[in-house]
């Protein structure tokens, strides 16, 4: 491969320099810098900039800002129209499964939050107060507007950490257009919540969160 430039050679210094380039662009960047020196000057910089960033210490997301960028995440997915596509096809064919099966699995997931929640006993040891583990609960809800022309109840479980913040949460009921879970993920970042106990120590922990008339206001 033969380059007619400086700047089609420089295109190509990322690459050189992190070894990747195929061997053939590999072999034509050598030999174009052992004839050009503002290219290899160039380069040097590259390599420079290059060790600076690699030394860099990687700074650690906040809970919060995760959930956030999670949110534009979410919002940038359901604005592409394949997503959007997929997501009608799912509100078309949900309505088919979701009555004979939601009942039985909120019940199940109920079920398994209130096992998770009882504290471990030793055998033949002394039983454990049921106030030393207390599942998450419901502090504030941010006022947004869930409203669903569909008439169907609203059921998520919500996963909450030991700060009191939702990091995520599932729809079990309900139908999940795009405009419901960018208002779902809005609610999500603003609510407040009491985080599980155990043992008297705040840990994470899972919600069931019910909405029967499906707008909730502050």
């Given at each position: 491969?033969?380059?007619?430039?400086?700047?089609?050679?420089?295109?190509?210094?990322?690459?050189?320099?992190?070894?990747?380039?195929?061997?053939?662009?590999?072999?034509?960047?050598?030999?174009?810098?052992a004839h050009c020196v503002p290219c290899a000057a160039?380069?040097?910089?590259?390599?420079?900039?290059?060790?600076?960033l690699r030394s860099l210490s990687r700074q650690q997301?906040?809970?919060?800002?995760?959930?956030?960028?999670?949110?534009?995440?979410?919002?940038?997915?359901?604005?592409?129209?394949?997503?959007?596509?997929?997501?009608?096809?799912?509100?078309?064919?949900?309505?088919?499964?979701?009555?004979?099966?939601?009942?039985?699995?909120?019940?199940?997931?109920?079920?398994?939050?209130?096992?998770?929640?009882?504290?471990?006993?030793?055998?033949?040891g002394p039983d454990v107060p049921l106030d030393l583990?207390?599942?998450?609960?419901?502090?504030?809800?941010?006022?947004?507007?869930?409203?669903?022309?569909?008439?169907?109840?609203?059921?998520?479980?919500?996963?909450?950490?030991?700060?009191?913040?939702?990091?995520?949460?599932?729809?079990?009921?309900?139908?999940?257009?795009?405009?419901?879970?960018?208002?779902?993920?809005?609610?999500?970042?603003?609510?407040?919540?009491?985080?599980?106990?155990?043992?008297?120590?705040?840990?994470?922990?899972?919600?069931?969160?019910?909405?029967?008339?499906?707008?909730?206001?502050?």
């Amino acid at each position: 491969m033969i380059f007619e430039s400086c700047s089609e050679i420089r295109a190509h210094f990322s690459d050189y320099i992190d070894g990747v380039c195929p061997a053939e662009t590999c072999h034509s960047v050598r030999y174009h810098l052992a004839h050009c020196v503002p290219c290899a000057a160039e380069l040097e910089r590259y390599e420079v900039l290059h060790a600076e960033l690699r030394s860099l210490s990687r700074q650690q997301v906040t809970p919060q800002l995760a959930l956030r960028l999670r949110v534009r995440v979410s919002q940038e997915l359901h604005r592409n129209f394949f997503q959007r596509l997929m997501v009608r096809l799912d509100n078309i064919f949900k309505p088919l499964l979701l009555p004979s099966v939601t009942g039985a699995l909120v019940s199940i997931v109920c079920i398994g939050l209130m096992l998770s929640s009882t504290a471990p006993r030793a055998s033949g040891g002394p039983d454990v107060p049921l106030d030393l583990v207390t599942p998450p609960r419901v502090q504030l809800l941010a006022p947004v507007n869930l409203d669903d022309t569909s008439g169907q109840p609203l059921v998520l479980v919500t996963h909450v950490n030991a700060e009191g913040r939702a990091t995520s949460y599932t729809i079990l009921s309900g139908q999940a257009t795009p405009s419901l879970i960018q208002r779902l993920d809005q609610m999500m970042y603003y609510s407040l919540f009491l985080p599980a106990t155990s043992f008297g120590q705040p840990t994470s922990g899972d919600v069931v969160l019910s909405f029967r008339r499906i707008t909730v206001r502050g």
